[in-house]
């Protein structure tokens, strides 16, 4: 299938599936026999306006680790609150470990890192 493109050859971007069809916005996944005694629940959100609020909540709310793995990440705006965040979990005690893209985060991922660092 060839893809369609414009007048000057570039892609159309492809469609998307119609609103009626789109993806459930959660989705519960049950547990297996013999494993966990609750079943999880997936929330799928859309974007850093529904997700940066709860991934925030998370680092908050953390006890003992945070994972956190990005692509990109900035020293100012939504990044400073993420440092911030996660500046006061290390600061409680919780082991705090960042994995940032080097590509992704190329402008301002030396200076997170420092951040970071020099927040314990």
Known sequence: MV??????GRRRPAA???PASAPAS???????PGGASAPEAVALLDGGEQTYPRM???????RRSVHLQVYTFEPTGIGARFIEALAAAA???VAVQVVVDGWGSARGGR???AALREAG
């Open 56 to 62: 925030l909540s998370a680092i908050a709310q953390a």
């Open 111 to 113: 200076a997170v890192a």
């Open 16 to 18: 998307g599936p119609e």
């Open 26 to 32: 959660s989705v519960v996944l049950s547990a297996p």
């Open 3 to 8: 893809p369609a493109v414009d007048e000057t």
């Open 91 to 93: 600061g409680r005690g």
